[in-house]
């Protein structure tokens, strides 16, 4: 009778804890360049993924200068989680550029070569495809510097979350690629110089610094005409660094964007700015003749603070403006990533 009563009260107390304590990552994958850990290299742990699975996968990275892969997580692997040991000392890292020349016009074509298929689509230090994809206390790079396109990560894939992580670059250091895809950050630093966010898809940053090398521009957003939403930089810093690889950069201003096609949407909420920011914030068209009259682009900013907050000489553009106190609400972090099924990245 005793025993009956216990497999009961086991039974009882079973169903009334939660199934995430059961859930749980299905794998965890470790990955050291000394040898201590499952792989040697980031690319086998993603390829040892099964495909297709619902549940995260971590990849736990220890600390290293993980410079000899162009990494590719494909499409079919999904719900991958990079963790870092340690956000400065877990860096992943490679130097490909666009080029005139070179292979398929990409440099340099010796290593070039080592790649093929979609490794190789862009100059992106890492292409990231899978849906679900997770980072944590990672520094992702391209460290070819002023020489063209050089991409840190690629992104084409949905419902992505970045915390304390580091994306480091010249020029288009973070391309969104896709439209209406949804990625996440949080306390992150965003270093680059020339169009250094860009792109379709819909990118939330959260309490990050967006640091510039003078003279060039923070955005290249082409956000379509149907997307409410394109960046949103919520409670960040943008701040300015003196040590670019240029050195005709450290006397420029720096532009909060400039309009790469389609109908850009960019807002600025409770931000930091410091001098070096244009105060035009807009200064050029860049060969979009309707960008400075169309209502369709959406360059709002609300409540900024710093030198470079004042809208006072901002570009006299239809879609340059102050969001009002009841509109802001529609740029909280579930309203602009929530989509069709109601995602919530944390």
């Not at 970045?162 to 306390?187: H, P, W």
């Not at 149907?226 to 240029?246: A, I, N, R």
């Not at 003749?289 to 959406?298: M, V």
Request: hydrophobic content about 35%; charged content about 20%; proline content about 4%.
């Amino acid at each position: 009778m005793k025993t009956i009563c216990k497999f009961i009260l086991i039974a009882i107390i079973g169903s009334l804890i939660p199934l995430s304590v059961y859930a749980g990552p299905r794998q965890k994958k470790v990955v050291a360049l000394d040898g201590s850990g499952d792989y040697r290299s980031i690319q086998a742990a993603i390829n040892s993924v099964a495909a297709n699975q619902e549940k995260q996968t971590v990849i736990y990275i220890k600390n290293g200068l993980y410079n000899s892969e162009k990494l590719l997580i494909p499409s079919d692997k999904k719900n991958i989680t990079f963790k870092g040991e340690s956000r400065d000392k877990t860096i992943i890292s490679y130097h490909i550029y666009d080029c005139k020349g070179g292979l398929n016009n990409k440099c340099p074509a010796e290593d070039v070569a080592k790649w093929t298929g979609q490794a190789i689509r862009t100059s992106a230090t890492v292409s990231i495809q899978g849906d679900g994809f997770r980072a944590e206390n990672i520094t992702f790079q391209n460290t070819a510097g002023p020489v063209g396109q050089a991409l840190a990560i690629y992104v084409t894939s949905d419902k992505n979350v970045f915390v304390n992580c580091n994306f480091l670059g010249y020029q288009d250091t973070v391309f969104l690629a896709t439209d209406n895809t949804r990625s996440y950050f949080k306390n992150c630093l965003v270093l680059g110089r020339t169009d250094y966010i860009y792109g379709g898809g819909i990118g939330y940053f959260d309490a990050c610094e967006i640091r510039s090398f003078g003279g060039g521009w923070i955005t290249a957003p082409s956000t379509p005409k149907g997307q409410d939403y394109g960046f949103v930089f919520y409670k960040c810093k943008l701040t300015f660094s003196e040590k670019s690889p240029k050195e005709n950069d450290n006397q420029q201003l720096v532009s909060l964007g400039r309009p790469w096609h389609n109908f850009p949407k960019v807002a600025w909420i409770q931000c930091e700015m410091g001098k070096e920011i244009n105060p035009a914030g807009w200064p050029t068209i860049w060969n979009m003749q309707y960008a400075s009259t169309s209502e369709d682009l959406h360059l709002f900013e609300y409540k900024n603070t710093g030198a470079g907050a004042n809208m006072s000489q901002r570009a006299n553009w239809t879609g340059i403006r102050e969001l009002g106190s009841e509109e802001i609400h529609f740029y909280s972090v579930k309203n602009v990533l929530k989509g069709q099924d109601n995602w919530q990245p944390l």
